[in-house]
């Protein structure tokens, strides 16, 4: 339904708030709270460590009764019973190597299912609990189980086979743990840690929080414990979706930068680290394979790439450098033998404590076996790894000493640093190309090494698009290869690199045209954005025209260039947002140097293969706006202007005022601010609609507010910051900015025309209240808004075949109506105290705190008369608005109440009491009528004017189209309207 709140301001005006609608609906949004009753649990003698265990109660709405929290344990009814019907929803699908088992979660309409089967018939048990091991009951325990305490169960395979668990929807917890023990003989296979399989999102604050404690306050810590950490809730965060996901990206980006430490107070073996680094690779190619969220695939892929590949034999790493330095006569220990300090110490961290760096460690020591000189040996490991000295000094196993030269052992070593790789290595490209091969067909395989053979070649990026494209089919089949998209990975990087090598100045502009097509076809193979893909498939058939730079086409290809910048904006703005307050809240518990997070959600945007698009497009920018006969401003209020150059932003300067002519350079604009007194003009990089709230802002106070699209032209205008200039629109719309003396006439004189500002405002009383709700046929100048009143005029005047929907309002008066009401006695003191305080705030003051007090008290603290209730509910249902007979019903009014007070705290938003303010309206002066009318989901929507509002000319119509509602047109969403105009007498 459409809310609409109307302020009578002389002949009044209505502006709208739509926060629910659906055709043959009316529903209000409001937010559904989960209450959780946790209960801490012991650490099972398993694996299972202490943990929380909740409830959820979910807080149904619309007209549903709301039920509350009771304090219960969770009670898991398992069955041992055939498998789950076909029709099942698949959860999740694992196959695991230790104890080669597969496991499949799956939700029916009676609840959940866990069936865990081994490839292979053998005597075993399964050792297992829910949530943070915890035990069901003894009495809804499946057939041959046996409870072992109140952590954890023992149920036995049926036939060697399988295991099926099953949870009512009412009792099913959030995860199941579990744990095989093997009868004969007895082996007990733990994955790690533990298995996990997740049933329901869990909580992802409680997630969070157990890795902060660890990250921040384990005394014991290393990469390997991480690694283990990661695998225990990894299901948990996936389940959470992007936001889930996105945490593990940032933990483990930060973790491959070094950001978080790698050992503290911990050894293990190398064995070890070798296999945690695989299950986890492992895992996190399931999630980039088959995760139904395509943010979760993402940002497992992205997570991938900064991970180990693991496997190989992790003893080989240990014992490898021991057969070296035996081989070769270096001591070791008590051996005799050559004294070299540096291999000595390498070793016993090798042993101890081996991580990704010792691939870089060997890299930089072969360099220095083969040149002699240390120098090779210190740049490689900073080029290759970020390695200083003072970092190896440091390490939990320091290295201290500086290397001998000892030339003969250069084959061992290159021997041993693939070893190294085999286990730590993941999209390095070469390493990932070995290991992947022998999954490809001769083709692809032949392909891909003459690619890397001549990898340096112009050709290389179409010829990685082309491999690219063959690897897909393999890295998404069903239990296809970590190698094959750890190689996929490593190559959409090299891609990215090629085309950052590229000198696009030397290009020709269907060069930049055929290189964005390149972009985007790459980034298409696993990009899961799908609005980029269609962007590419609009690129694509701009690209294939055969009128390529002809005026029409030029337009065409402008538009598509813009609405491409416009996706990659938005996928830069989600993948910030779901970075960067982690990093900052694993930064903060970890104790990370401020400096290694402050920009970590735009570093990861920007390491993105597919941002190089950015620069392609700016650099084609200037040739499709020439094509298209598009200039390089876009003037939306057109006046001349004068005042001191500042570089700043609009939005951090809302409530001030100026007493100085200023000339605000703005790069951004969010098209709901205010322009302060003061300002004459504004220029920005952004597009602006016509009719956003700073457009009309800047028409009605004569200021000047224009869009520029050069780079040369926007950075000659900054440079410009702290001088005086003159502002002017030329015949061609292009805005001319010159220097000039701020003391001189012509200064004084531009001065006076530009920057009119706010005109004064006397309200209009409205007419006496004499009911809670009016149906259209009682509305009127000074009962409602002037938007209510003219929509039931347009009615009488269309055609039958052109609708408006009915409507009913709350006129003016009903908020001071509420306040009266017994029960909101005290909230209405609090909004007279308040209201005092706004009105003694000086104009250019600042934003006061009130103001957000108000908004809140209006909208937590006011309840409804029952007379409104009853009587707006009848006079909806007597309009016809669907549903209305049901409003006065719990559960249908609180939405609708949380609604209309969402609209009355409106008047005291930032933008319209700084309005008000330079308005001269006085507080309390303001009266707020209610409109509620259903919404329809139309396909377009347009605005058509008989007056040009750039110009003021009467005659001109101007009319603006978008797809969707016309709230994406007048709230300046991103991107342009379809705009046109015709003028009288102009030709047809």
Known sequence: MIVDRALQLGGGHVGRCTPIVQPGRLHARASCAFARRRQAVAQSSSCAPAGIAQTSVTIKQLGRQISSGRRSSIVAHAVQAPPAPAAAEELSRVFYDAGGITVVATKEASGYSVLVEAAEPRGMLLHWGVNEWEAPPQEQLPEGSTKVD??????????????????????????????????????????????????????????????????????????????????????????????????????????????LTWARNSNYQSKDIAWMQKVTSERMTEKARGHPDPWVRLYARLALAGLPRGGGNGDDIRMGILHIMREYGIKEGHRPGIDEPFLEQWHQKLHQNTTPEDVTICEAYLAYLHSGNHDDYWRVLWDNGRITKEHLEGLNIPIKAWPQHLPHMINAFKGYLWTLKTCHSGADMDTAAEMAKGHLDGDTTWMLFDMLQNRNEWWVPGKIVEVRKRLAGVWRAPGGSRDVLLLDIALDNYFRTMVERTDRSTLSRDSLVDMVGMVLDNAGIACESEDLQQCGRLWGRVASAGNRWAGEWGLQALAAAQRLQLSLAGYADDMCSHTQRHANALGERAKVDRAYILNFGEEVVRGQPVFVLSGLLQDLERHLREAAGAGPWQVISQVPALGEVVVGSLADIQGQAFSKPVVLICETLGGMEDIPPGITAVLTKSSTDVLSHVAIRARSQGVLLATCFEDAEWQRLTAMQGQHASLEVNAAGEVLAVQVDPASEDAAGAASKGGAGFRRLTLAPPAPW????????????????????????????????????????LPFGTFEQVLAFGANSGAAARLRELQQELGKAEVGAGVPAALAEIRQLVRRQLQAPPDLVQELSRTAAAAGLPGADSWASPGSWAPMWAAITKVWASQWAERAWLSRQACGVPEGQLSMSVLLQQVVDGQYAFVLHTANPLTGRQGDMFGELVAGLGEVLVGNYPGRALSFSDSPGAPE
């Open 150 to 259: 109140d952590k954890a169960v023992q149920t036995h395979f049926k036939d060697g086979r399988s295991v099926w668990l099953h949870f009512p929807n009412q009792h099913a917890p959030e995860r199941i743990v579990f744990v095989l023990k093997e009868l004969s003989p007895e082996n007990w296979i733990n994955n790690g840690s533990c298995y996990s399989v997740q049933l329901k999102p869990p909580g992802i604050d409680k997630l969070i929080s157990r890795v902060l404690d660890c990250e921040g306050d384990a005394t014991h810590w290393s990469l390997k414990d991480r690694l283990v950490l990661v695998n225990d809730v990894l299901d948990g965060f996936a389940a959470a979706g992007a936001d889930g996901m996105g945490f593990v990206f940032t933990w483990l980006r930060m973790s491959s930068s070094k950001i």
């Open 770 to 809: 004499s009911s809670w709700a009016v149906a259209e046929q009682q509305f009127g100048p000074g009962v409602v808004g002037a938007k209510a009143n003219n929509l039931a005029k347009l009615r009488s005047a269309l055609p039958a075949w052109i609708q408006v929907p009915v409507g009913v309002a």
